[in-house]
Every structure is written in structure tokens, then in C-alpha cells.
């Protein structure tokens, strides 16, 4: 009887397991994509009252502002590719950078999107690992410049500098600076890394080809 009992309770704990690992992900990204579709809805707020679009209609219709949203941003790429939008942002931008605790905000995402958006260099297209918090111990990082003169100046060695993200957050976390020969670039591509960090090493990455006995992983070169 305690064996029914037990092989029940265990049957129990594996079709529950199996039902939560199907609708887990679904309601996780039903739930992120209504909150995309909501945040850009928002972006309606913008227009006249008498121009939004329930106003029009008389009824909302959901991820409308995606597009509109898409096409501010599309209008406004158009615009500063001329000469008469370069200057104007050029002005803003001044103005912006003269505001004591606004330019430090402002020119700190500027930087950082044109160096994501434009992929200039190598930022965050390398995997690596590093010996942190404490040597022995290995973290995921990603490599964001490794033009660091002063730094490498200072400190006698060339210097790279490594974005270690916190799990299951990636979008925090912290940047060291490594001597390049400390590095440890990895085959692991960046999305594979992503996964494993916000599954909180779960979902871990396809296995890369064994390093040849007597060899050692490669280095940044």
C-alpha cells in the first residue's frame, strides 16, 4: 500500500513538473510582450487628445503604439541625417550637456548606445570568463573596450574592460579591469551566454570542442 502510495504522490510531482515547464514559459512571455505593448501604448499619450486613437474610433486598439513609436523614431532618424537635423540635435545636445546632473545620465547612454547600436570594435560580441569576485572563482563577463591607455599605463600591463552582469538580471551589474592575459575568451556565443545568465546556469550553452590534452583555453591575443 505504501508503495501505490508513494509511486502516486511521485507520478503527481512529474505531470505537475511537466505542465509547469509548458506553461511557465508561455505565460512568462505572454506577460513580457503585454508589457512591451503597454509601455509603448504610451507613447500615444503624446498625441492631441483629439487625435489618439480611441478618440477617433471610439475604442483602443492594443500595440498601436508600436507603430507609432516606429515611426517617431523612423521620422526622427530622417531628420537628423540632414544638415538643418544635425544642428538641431547639435544644440540640444549642447544644452543638454551645460545641466550638472543630466549630462552625466545623457552622455553616459549616448555612449553607450552608439557603441551597442553601431557595434563598433568588439563591445559585447566576445564571451569571456574572469577570475572573480576572488581568484579560483570564474564569471561570465563581456568584453566592452579594451582601449583603456591611461588605465594600462598605470598599472604596467594591458588592460581590458569586462562587463560582469548579475543573474537573472543581465541589465546590472558592474565592470572590472583585467590584464588581458587573464582573460579567457570563450566559443560561447553571446545569446547562449544571455540564456544561462537569466536561467541562472539552468539552461546552460551547447558544449564547445574539448581543448586538446596539454593545451590550454585561448586568451585574448
Not at 487625435?51 to 513609436?69: C, D, K, N, R, Y
Amino acid at each position: 500500500m505504501n508503495d501505490v502510495a508513494t509511486r502516486g504522490r511521485a507520478s503527481l510531482r512529474r505531470y505537475l513538473l511537466a505542465g509547469v515547464l509548458v506553461w511557465l514559459p508561455v505565460l512568462v512571455t505572454v506577460w513580457v510582450v503585454k508589457f512591451i505593448i503597454d509601455l509603448m501604448d504610451l507613447t500615444l499619450l503624446a498625441l492631441p487628445e483629439r487625435w489618439q486613437p480611441e478618440a477617433l474610433l471610439g475604442f483602443p486598439i492594443p500595440g498601436l503604439g508600436i507603430v507609432f513609436a516606429f515611426l517617431v523614431v523612423l521620422f526622427t532618424g530622417l531628420m537628423v541625417t540632414n544638415l538643418v537635423g544635425r544642428q538641431l540635435v547639435a544644440y540640444g545636445e549642447d544644452l543638454m550637456k551645460r545641466i550638472p546632473l543630466v549630462r552625466s545620465v545623457y552622455g553616459g547612454v549616448k555612449s553607450f548606445a552608439e557603441t551597442v547600436l553601431y557595434k563598433q570594435g568588439d563591445s559585447f560580441r566576445k564571451v569571456v570568463i574572469v577570475q572573480y569576485p576572488r581568484l579560483g572563482m570564474w564569471s561570465i563577463g563581456f568584453i566592452t573596450t579594451d582601449d583603456l591607455v591611461e588605465i594600462s599605463a598605470k598599472t604596467g600591463q594591458p588592460q581590458v574592460c569586462v562587463y560582469v552582469p548579475t543573474t537573472p538580471n543581465p541589465t546590472s551589474g558592474l565592470i572590472v579591469m583585467v590584464p588581458r592575459d587573464e582573460v579567457i575568451e570563450l566559443q560561447m556565443t553571446v545569446d547562449a551566454a544571455m540564456r544561462m545568465i537569466v536561467t541562472l546556469g539552468v539552461v546552460n550553452a551547447p558544449s564547445s570542442p574539448a581543448v586538446p590534452a596539454g593545451e590550454t583555453p585561448a586568451r585574448l591575443p
